[in-house]
């Protein structure tokens, strides 16, 4: 039952100023979160505007986006969505991002999620030492590895396979990832675990029943992460991947970019359409994203 909810079942009223306080006490506390209000439509107007401008150049010819910078395509030309839209290139691009992404959060969240149950429930010598090393890596700029990451996976036999960049990037996610995650399991009661093991739950069976299902929360928001991160990577991808069999999104892009480069409205259009699935899905995980955060933030 939610915070909301009585006893009784019945949902609580939302909170009301007080009749007695006086109107000009009133009118002056809304005054005072018009500024708030003013920001946020600033910084919402100052993030969509662009976003807007590309939707609507992806409707326009190149000519149009010379002689009609600003103003609303004369005629629509829908021609540059239509056509990636039936190309092949571009939805294997889709494709690749999103294998890799699930790939990199699955294995990210899975090994993270026994590291830091381990860090959290466990008690043995250089436990703190072995989190501290975990944290380091949060201090570690991915660029500097670039390097040698890439000789190490030529020697493996790694370059153009996919798997060259998701265990990088796993490896990478591990950090944040199990921060987040012990944070959450240790905040779960000793007690619990107590009752589980007289019950006869071993300890993987406690970590896979209980643990698990309580963290939930941490659990979507790690995951958003990793998925966000590995959408959004650029340089790995450009490394590992020659052929265009495995290239992601961003390397897509930049690759359409050299190929069309005097088709700038094509160009636009290729961008919006590269950035709808990563819209489309912050907005149904926001909630999650934003709700793991908070709930972290309050536990303690």
């Not at 919402?44 to 662009?50: A, E, H, K, Q, S």
């Not at 959060?105 to 703190?128: D, K």
């Not at 961008?271 to 994203?289: G, H, I």
Request: hydrophobic share 50%; charged share 10%.
């Amino acid at each position: 039952m939610s915070a909301s909810t009585s006893v009784t079942g019945a949902k609580s009223a939302p909170p009301r100023v007080p009749a007695h306080v006086p109107k000009s006490v009133r009118r002056r506390r809304r005054l005072r979160t018009v500024p708030v209000y003013v920001v946020l439509w600033a910084v919402g107007v100052f993030m969509v505007t662009p976003l807007l401008y590309a939707l609507v150049s992806g409707f326009k010819s190149t000519d149009q986006l010379s002689g009609n910078t600003f103003g609303l395509p004369d005629p629509w030309v829908t021609s540059n969505y239509t056509s990636l839209l039936g190309s092949g290139a571009f939805w294997r691009s889709i494709g690749s991002s999103t294998v890799i992404a699930l790939a990199t959060a699955v294995l990210t969240v899975g090994a993270a999620a026994l590291a830091a149950y381990a860090l959290a429930r466990f008690a043995f010598r250089g436990r703190e030492l072995l989190f501290t090393v975990f944290t380091m890596g949060l201090m570690f700029p991915f660029a500097v590895a670039i390097l040698p990451l890439f000789i190490l996976l030529r020697t493996f036999g790694l370059l153009d396979n996919p798997w060259g960049v998701i265990l990088p990037q796993a490896a990478f996610g591990l950090p944040m990832t199990i921060v987040i995650l012990r944070g959450f399991f240790r905040e779960i009661p000793g007690e619990l675990e107590e009752a589980a093991t007289l019950d006869g739950c071993s300890t993987f069976g406690f970590f896979w029943r209980i643990l698990l299902p309580l963290a939930r929360p941490a659990l979507g928001t790690v995951s958003v992460l990793a998925i966000v991160g590995s959408w959004n990577n650029f340089l790995l991808p450009l490394l590992v991947f020659s052929e265009p069999t495995w290239w992601t999104i961003p390397v897509g892009i930049q690759q359409f970019q050299g190929q069309y480069s005097s088709d700038v409205a094509r160009i636009f259009a290729y961008l919006v359409l590269a950035m709808a699935p990563a819209l489309a899905f912050y907005a149904v995980a926001e909630r999650q994203l934003i709700g793991g955060i908070t709930l972290g933030a309050t536990k303690g």
